[in-house]
């Protein structure tokens, strides 16, 4: 796969003057770890999206849920979670770690402040690594020392794609996706969430309002793709209850005390296993 140049495979560095995927995304956290500029991307998709801050927590907490089954119900140690962002209320090792203290986690980002942060939050943490690699270059973080020295790639481990791949601008996603679901040994699970046209009138406006937002906003890039799209990115893998659905429909904490906002209609996830 050749090295494109979008927005998201070009780190930004220091240059204060574009937005960072990273940064965007801590500030839809309520984070404290970002510039005017990463608040500028989400003041210009609000103008169409009042509520779009809820794509962040919706996607987050599809992670800590997923993280809790895999750990807890799947019995998973290793995880190799690309795109880990900036830490915020919990990230992947604490849930993983909480349930199986000595499960193994690599994360993989290439945002300096992502890094920087998470080299600092993992000082004491030896089952915890930190790469500096492309994500969307599956077989540079598949050759990556650090991930083959840290993951045990005869046994079972699960992939993490959460918030990542509507970032990547390229056609070949689905191809992307089954380099790494390849490499993966049978009994590994992969989690994706990703923002979503559910291609109904009522909120496939909204997401492809947002989309143009996003794609035109100094960050560059967030893609809303269709159930057909996203499901592609799963390949062949046998998809755990419920599929891939709303995120906030994924194994739910409990019941819902009111109706979604229209905003939580636009983000999708799901959890597949390799046979
Ligand atoms: N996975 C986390 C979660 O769900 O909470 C964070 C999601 S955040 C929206 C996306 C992360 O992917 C950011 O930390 C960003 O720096 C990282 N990212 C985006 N493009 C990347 C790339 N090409 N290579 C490595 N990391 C990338």
Redesign the pocket.
């Known amino acids: 796969m050749s090295q494109p140049s979008y927005p998201?495979?070009v780190p930004v560095g220091v240059d204060t003057s574009r937005a960072?995927?990273?940064r965007v995304?801590d500030a839809a956290l309520h984070g404290k770890d970002n510039f005017e500029i990463d608040r500028e991307v989400l003041a210009q998709v609000r103008t169409v999206a009042p509520g779009v801050a809820e794509l962040a927590w919706a996607?987050?907490d599809f992670?800590i849920r997923a993280c809790r089954f895999l750990a807890g119900q799947a019995g998973i140690t290793q995880y190799l979670?690309l795109?880990?962002?900036?830490p915020t209320s919990e990230n992947t090792h604490q849930v993983v770690q909480r349930i199986i203290p000595d499960a193994r986690v690599v994360y993989?980002?290439?945002?300096p402040m992502?890094l920087a942060h998470a080299r600092v939050l993992l000082e004491e943490n030896r089952q915890t690594s930190i790469v500096e690699?492309?994500?969307?270059q599956p077989l540079e973080v598949l050759g990556n020392r650090t991930v083959r020295v840290e993951l045990d790639f005869s046994r079972p481990l699960a992939l993490?794609q959460?918030?990542?791949l509507h970032?990547y601008l390229g056609a070949d996603a689905a191809a992307l996706m089954s380099t790494y679901i390849d490499a993966l040994p049978s009994g590994s699970y992969v989690a994706i969430?990703h923002f979503f046209d559910p291609e109904v009138d009522e909120y496939s406006e909204l997401a492809r309002k947002m989309e143009d937002k996003f794609v035109h906003s100094p960050m560059g890039c967030g893609l809303f793709r269709t159930r057909a799209e996203i499901q592609a990115l799963f390949g062949d893998l046998e998809m755990v209850e419920p599929g891939l659905v709303l995120c906030d429909d994924w194994w739910p904490d409990g019941p819902r005390l009111g109706p979604l906002s229209a905003v939580r209609h636009c983000i999708a996830g799901g959890v597949g296993r390799k046979r």
Request: aromatic letters at 10%; a negative charge; zero cysteines.
């Open positions: 998201s495979v960072s995927i990273a995304y996607n987050r992670l979670d795109g880990s962002g900036l993989v980002d290439n945002d992502v690699s492309d994500i969307f993490f959460v918030g990542t970032h969430a």
